[in-house]
């Protein structure tokens, strides 16, 4: 079953905006990974939140992680066209290794 | 990271026929996961395959439909048995290599007519 719950499902926004994802889960979690996934391809791995951790940056993204309120968010900055794309959430529950994804916000950048 | 490939990327068949898709690691790794996806859908895990055991099938899943097989710590194959329209989706192999992350293949893009 489904764990998380990104929205919104779809955003546009112009190039040069920040973007915002939001994505809630059910349980406990290890860690949640953000991957981006462009045009039905393979996915890409942005970034990794430990449970233990608030906040992650890398390069224009940023990753919070509100454990008490279930819930993270991805922040991309300054985007670009490039950044069109679906993008996911995943978390890791438990002693398992398996992921379990949310339904993903496809997000796009207008030049 | 771990550098991923699959096997075809993409293949267009006939109902009732089987395929196989294999993923190919560059080191070796404990587990590796095959998820699917439907289109404009998310994943959903399909198995997990260890070297040298039986996967393990999530919910949903058989093995009958969906054998896997695991010779290697590099290597594994998905086959897709008795296709049916209804499993036309991207079907992708992933692994945990070193910290926790987990990195994705390429994908194979397969529709069933």
């Known amino acids: 079953s489904q764990q998380g719950e990104e929205d919104p499902q779809a955003l546009s926004i112009q190039e040069g905006e920040n973007a915002t994802m939001n994505c809630s889960y059910k349980t406990s979690i290890n860690n949640l990974q953000w991957y981006r996934q462009n045009s039905g391809r393979g996915l890409v791995h942005l970034i990794l939140?430990?449970?233990?951790?608030r906040e992650k940056h890398s390069g224009r993204l940023r990753v919070t992680l509100d454990t008490s309120k279930k819930s993270s968010s991805l922040l991309i900055t300054a985007s670009r066209a490039a950044d069109t794309a679906s993008y996911f959430c995943?978390?890791?529950?438990?002693?398992?290794?398996?992921?379990?994804f949310g339904k993903g916000t496809k997000l796009t950048v207008n030049p | 990271s771990a550098v991923i490939s699959q096997k075809p990327s993409r293949d267009i068949c006939q109902r009732g026929t089987s395929l196989t898709i294999q993923c190919q690691v560059d080191s070796q790794v404990t587990m590796m996961f095959w998820y699917r996806q439907q289109p404009g859908q998310s994943l959903t895990l399909i198995a997990t395959a260890n070297q040298g055991s039986e996967a393990t099938y999530e919910s949903g899943f058989v093995i009958d439909k969906f054998p896997i097989s695991r010779p290697n710590l590099t290597f594994s194959t998905l086959t897709v048995s008795n296709m049916s329209p209804e499993d036309s989706s991207i079907y992708l192999c992933s692994v945990r290599h070193g910290s926790l992350e987990q990195y994705f293949g390429p994908g194979t893009r397969l529709t069933v007519t």
């Open positions: 939140i430990r449970s233990n951790e």
């Open positions: 995943a978390t890791s529950q438990g002693g398992s290794e398996k992921l379990v």
